[in-house]
């Protein structure tokens, strides 16, 4: 069985019988333990000061070898930070070891999240301090900051909406990895044709991507067809490249977009892409998924078709410079970037 060693962890010393776990510096804990909340995907967006108080509402807790710590079945109901150790996640049926986690790893997100079922058992694998917040102090604390809380539920609507599909997708992951491996509005706007609309619009195209898994030597993008959606890849790797001859022009890894032009132009695909790793999983947002969105927000499609146009004249006067040195075309080329710079002003982008 688990024990509490401690319910205001990071201002006591929590220590073993034989002295092979502590936390003797606690500032040092307390840092390290806010950086990788900042870091996780949770709480990227949220301020210091929440952080601080967040940490102030975890629990330690000291869990022997093969002592169980969550369940399959069971339903959720904290989010787990391991200090000290290793945990393992089992098979249903005890016999296999499906992964492994180590320090600095979260999991069981969803169950601090929502109230489902847990999805695999984990157990200690050797003698472990593992950080706990329950989904109670959770919902307290941000009783007192409502703009993080309203910044977290739609980061985990939109990785939740994800996993939900996934699953549909019956596409695998690695237990701690359901929600890591979403997508979410923070990768979106990484588009730069995205990149300052607003956060309403952002949430629905993100609730709107549809997951895809493709595997090793599978064609993503065939040059010469037509382009009709984008794609963001949350694992693996693709590369851009020549049918003809193999010729390898760029490598695509985590966290890279592609294919954004034909969200907007009908027009076919300049290059083909492949997948160069064992497994890769996207999510894909097709043109008829953005225009849906963009129904219900006139301003932002006016804004990013504008930007757009000029951003797809300004490449094929570039592409053209770039063919033709001429100073006809290097002026074509100072001409629409002018226009662009025109149109980021009237849109503030």
């Known amino acids: 069985m688990s024990q509490i060693i401690n319910v205001q962890p990071i201002n006591v010393e929590g220590r073993t019988k034989d002295g092979e776990l502590n936390l003797s510096d606690n500032n040092s804990t307390k840092d390290s333990l806010i950086k990788n909340l900042h870091e996780h995907f949770l709480f990227k967006n949220v301020d210091q000061e929440f952080l601080e108080s967040l940490v102030n509402e975890m629990h330690i807790r000291l869990f022997n070898k093969n002592d169980n710590i969550i369940v399959k079945g069971e339903v959720g109901r904290a989010l787990f930070f391991i200090l000290k150790g290793e945990v393992s996640v089992i098979s249903d049926d005890g016999e296999n070891i499906l992964n492994v986690m180590g320090e600095q790893s979260f999991f069981g997100e969803i169950g601090v999240l929502f109230s489902v079922p847990r999805t695999a058992t984990c157990f200690a694998s050797k003698k472990s301090i ?11 604390l941000l009783e007192n900051y409502p703009s993080v809380a309203q910044e977290i539920a739609l980061i ?83 590369e851009v490249f020549n049918e003809v001859d193999g010729t390898v022009y760029a490598e695509l890894t985590t966290p890279s977009f592609f294919g954004e032009v034909g969200l907007f132009f009908e ?29 219900k927000y006139p301003e932002v499609a006016e804004k990013i078709k504008a930007e757009a146009q000029v951003r797809f004249k300004y490449n094929e006067a570039r592409e053209k410079a770039k063919l033709n040195k001429t100073q006809e075309a290097e002026t074509e080329v100072e001409i629409v970037r002018e226009k662009l710079k025109v149109v980021c002003i009237k849109y503030q982008i």
């Open 130 to 140: 593992i950080l706990t917040l329950t989904k109670e102090n959770l919902k307290k």
């Open 156 to 238: 985990a609507e939109e990785r939740f909406s994800s996993f939900v599909k996934s699953q549909d997708a019956e596409i695998k992951y690695e237990f701690g990895e359901e929600l890591s491996l979403g997508i979410s509005r923070d990768q979106i706007k990484n588009v730069p044709i995205f990149r300052d609309c607003e956060v309403g619009f952002l949430h629905m195209l993100a609730m709107n991507v549809q997951p895809v898994q493709y595997f090793q030597g599978d064609l993503v993008v065939k040059k010469g067809d037509i382009a009709n959606e984008m794609f963001f890849i949350v694992r693996g790797t693709a």
């Open 267 to 295: 027009m076919k695909r300049t290059a083909s892409v492949r997948v160069s790793s064992s497994v890769m999983d996207v999510f894909q947002l097709t043109k008829n998924n953005l225009d849906e969105v963009l129904k």
